[in-house]
């Protein structure tokens, strides 16, 4: 089949339908019609109302909420209570942490001070200025105090450097 004969044939189809529908009956002939529909029945069947009829009474739906409700352009004025804000404390400054060593001794070698600090399981030598970790660094050495800087914070710790040698 060309294409020609299959637009014929779709047309043909077409007209027929559109005939069918145009001729057809009002209603199905009573063998066609289904089987509730041949029961009679005594209910009151209803009828059409004339609204414009002065004896007819409608009855209208209270239950349904309004359509249209009053309006105004006034402001609506909602009581508020008075709104209670907590600020949250600032955080508290970073600390550094505790010192990690200990000093062990001290001793003066050509007028400079210098302290013997434990560190974990290593003896170190110290004077001002020497690098003790990646963290730590001293200040500066007293008969009676040894200061280190947390070098991340650039705050400075004292540690006990004993009396006197």
């Known amino acids: 089949m060309t294409a020609v004969q299959r637009r014929y ?6 007209a027929a339908t ?7 009956p009002e209603q199905a002939p009573p063998e066609m ?3 509730a529909a041949r029961v009679t029945s005594r209910a009151p069947q209803p009828r059409a109302v004339n609204a414009a009829d002065p004896h007819v009474k ?3 739906r209270t239950d349904a909420a309004p359509l249209f409700t009053a309006t105004s352009w006034q402001p609506v004025r ?15 400054a970073p600390q550094p942490p505790p010192v990690p060593f200990r000093v062990l001794g001290k001793f003066v ?4 001070a210098g302290v ?5 399981d290593r003896t170190l030598v110290a004077r001002a200025g020497d690098k003790l970790t990646e963290e730590y660094e001293v200040a500066s050495i007293s008969d009676q105090t040894m200061t280190v800087r947390y070098l991340p914070l650039n705050v400075t710790q004292d540690v006990s450097a004993g009396g006197t040698p």
């Not at 044939?9 to 077409?14: D, K, T």
């Open 9 to 14: 044939l779709i047309g043909l189809a077409l």
């Open 18 to 24: 559109v005939l069918a529908a145009v001729f057809a």
């Open 33 to 35: 019609a289904a089987p």
């Open 58 to 60: 409608l009855r209208y």
């Open 78 to 92: 909602v009581a508020t209570q008075p709104v209670r804000v907590t600020v949250a404390a600032a955080p508290a």
């Open 109 to 112: 070698e050509n007028g400079v």
């Open 116 to 120: 013997f600090v434990q560190l974990n």
